[in-house]
Each structure stands twice: as C-alpha cells, then as structure tokens.
Nanobody, 125 residues
Framework: QVQLVESGGGLVQAGGSLRLSCVASGRTFRSYAMGWFRQAPGKEREFVSGISWSGGSTYYADSVKGRFTISRENARNTAVYLQMTDLKPEDTAVYHC?????????????????WGQGTQVTVSS
C-alpha cells in the first residue's frame, strides 16, 4: 500500500522555524521527483518546492525562496524534508508531500500521482 506520511507541522511565531518530513513507502520512489504543496483556507493548492529524483535539482516558489530548503534521502524508503525558516503568517497552510513519476520536478500539481494527507502549519504574528 502506497503511503506518504507527513509530520513536523505545528504552531510557531513569525520568524520561527519548522522542519517538515515526509516518508514515502509501499513502492520504490527513488526515481520519482518529490514536491511540497500547500493549501490555505479558501485558496487553491500551490507549489512550494520540488526536488528531482537524485536531489541534484531543486525548485522553489518565489514566495519561499531563500527561506525554505528541500532535501531528500533515498534509503529503504524515500524521505523528503522541508526546512522552513523566517516563517511568516502567510505561510499558514496545510502542507502536502507529493510524488511525481517523472525524474524531474514539475510545478503543476496534476503531474503528481501520490499525495500525503498533509500537516498543518500555523504561523502567528
């Protein structure tokens, strides 16, 4: 059974940091690009960051560039991390991990085949 399970969300003050984790299991994800998306109440789901299968290429939305860092490990299960620093109230959202069968990163959510349930990030001002 394919599962993507996120963790690490929570409540933090503006300027603080959080590290999100996502563990993908149930099949081999080593050749998949991985991404993080977020969805705030009343808004569409948006691309936050993505990483290629090897970890050699990373991409960020302009709104998080310089503050967020994505990384991955391809061990027995694939794990993807999102280090978030200098958090702002506008970063408040449910953050979802997703897997894309392509080796390269896509910003379009419809390119992603598997999704996690999400983890809530709330940034207070």
């Amino acid at each position: 059974q394919v599962q993507l399970v996120e963790s690490g969300g929570g409540l933090v003050q503006a300027g603080g940091s959080l590290r999100l984790s996502c563990v993908a299991s149930g099949r081999t994800f080593r050749s998949y690009a991985m991404g993080w998306f977020r969805q705030a109440p009343g808004k569409e789901r948006e691309f936050v960051s993505g990483i290629s299968w090897s970890g050699g290429s990373t991409y960020y939305a302009d709104s998080v560039k310089g503050r967020f860092t994505i990384s991955r490990e391809n061990a027995r299960n694939t794990a993807v991390y999102l280090q978030m620093t200098d958090l702002k109230p506008e970063d408040t959202a449910v953050y979802h991990c997703a897997a894309n069968p392509s080796v390269e990163v896509a910003r379009d959510m419809y390119e992603y085949l598997y999704w996690g349930q999400g983890t809530q990030v709330t940034v207070s001002s």
